[in-house]
């Protein structure tokens, strides 16, 4: 079992559908969590960067973290056919710098 | 532009071939990583430099590759007799001198493709 776990999907939605994605992870180490956005052939970007539980919102994102369930979102509302990309989660544990990485969730936002 | 950079973009070679990529960092940070990405998968951690110094190597980092900082500047990342399993995404990233919110910005990564 890998440590980070992420449906790769295909998942599609038509355009101002509310996304849901999700990673599970199964060290409770880990406090640190992102979310990372792929464009086809391109390095990853940062989206989103949260410590702990709890939800933080960033325009049309919004970040949740359940770490009693080991559990974490990511909430894209209002989606648009330019958020179609691979969606990556990572999380890393206190005092070290190297994130483990989920293998990515393929967003399709059609119009 | 005044985000990571990697030079080249792609590369072909042929098995057997040494090959060699570059990673230029966000000037302020002093932390670079190397990571490999192939088709379908997350990027994998292969080494980290804070500064000159190589902190960290991954087991998927064989004898084979070597990586350097010189100064703490720029980074290579030598692949020394290239097999077909090398061919994936080449991704550098780099962050800034903080730990508890160190986030790591990514170059454009190079593609490498072992004929």
């Known amino acids: 079992q890998k440590e980070v776990e992420q449906d790769p999907g295909p998942l599609s939605v038509p355009e101002g559908a509310i996304v849901s994605l999700n990673c599970t992870y199964s060290n409770s180490a880990f406090q640190y969590f992102m979310w990372y956005r792929q464009y086809s052939r391109k390095g990853p970007e940062l989206l989103m960067y949260?410590?702990?539980?709890g939800n933080k919102e960033d325009g049309r994102f919004t970040a949740q973290v359940d770490k009693s369930s080991k559990y974490i979102s990511l909430f894209i509302r209002d989606s648009q056919p330019s958020d179609s990309a691979t969606y990556l989660c990572?999380?890393?544990?206190?005092?070290?710098?190297?994130?483990?990485f989920g293998r990515g969730t393929s967003l399709i936002v059609h119009p | 532009d005044t985000g990571v950079s990697q030079d080249p973009r792609h590369k072909i070679t042929k098995r057997g071939q040494n090959v060699t990529f570059r990673c230029d960092p966000i000037s302020e940070h002093n932390r670079l990583y190397w990571y490999r990405q192939t088709l379908g998968q997350g990027p994998e951690f292969l080494t980290y430099f804070q500064n000159e110094a190589q902190l960290e190597k991954s087991r998927l980092l064989s004898d084979r590759f070597s990586a350097e900082r010189p100064k703490g500047s720029f980074s290579t990342l030598e692949i020394q007799r290239t097999e077909q399993g090398d061919s994936a995404m080449y991704l550098c990233?780099?962050?800034?001198?903080?730990?508890?919110?160190?986030?790591?910005?990514f170059g454009p990564g190079t593609r490498l493709t072992v004929l």
């Open positions: 949260t410590y702990s539980s």
């Open positions: 990572a999380m890393r544990i206190g005092g070290s710098y190297i994130p483990t």
């Open positions: 990233a780099s962050s800034p001198p903080r730990l508890q919110y160190n986030e790591q910005f």
